[in-house]
Nanobody
C-alpha cells in the first residue's frame, strides 16, 4: 500500500524557516504532479504550491516570494522551503501527488494524500 509520508513540521518563531519533505513509503513506478496543501483550524484545505514533473511551479498569492516548492525525481521526493513564516501560516500541511504504482497486480495512476504535518508559527 502506497502512502505519502511528510516530515519537517514543527514550531517556529515568526520570521523563521522550515523545510517540509514528502516521499512515498513504498516502491512506485513514477510520480506526476506533486502539491502541498494546508488546512488551518476551522478553515478549508487550500492549495499552497504545486510542481509538475518537468519543474513548472505555481503558488498561492499568500506565499509567493516566501515559499519555494522543489522536487527530486530520482528520490520521488517533493520539498517545501518556507521562509519568513508568519502566524497566519500556522496549519496542518498535506502532501498530495499523482502516483503510478502497482496495486493488486495492476499498474495504475492514483491520487494520494499524506497524513499531514503540523506547522505552528508563534512567538
Amino acid at each position: 500500500q502506497v502512502q505519502l509520508v511528510e516530515s519537517g513540521g514543527g514550531l517556529v518563531q515568526p520570521g523563521g524557516s522550515l523545510r517540509l519533505s514528502c516521499a512515498p513509503s513504498a516502491s512506485i513506478v513514477s510520480i506526476n504532479g506533486m502539491n502541498w496543501y494546508r488546512q488551518a483550524p476551522g478553515k478549508q484545505r487550500v492549495l499552497v504550491a504545486a510542481i509538475t514533473r518537468g519543474g513548472s511551479t505555481n503558488y498561492a498569492d499568500s506565499v509567493k516570494g516566501r515559499f519555494t516548492i522543489s522536487r527530486d525525481n530520482a528520490k520521488n521526493t517533493v520539498y517545501l522551503q518556507m521562509n519568513s513564516l508568519k502566524p497566519e501560516d500556522t496549519a496542518v500541511y498535506y502532501c498530495n501527488a499523482d502516483v503510478l504504482a502497482i496495486v493488486g497486480g495492476t499498474t495504475r495512476w492514483s491520487n494520494y494524500w499524506g497524513q499531514g504535518t503540523q506547522v505552528t508559527v508563534s512567538s
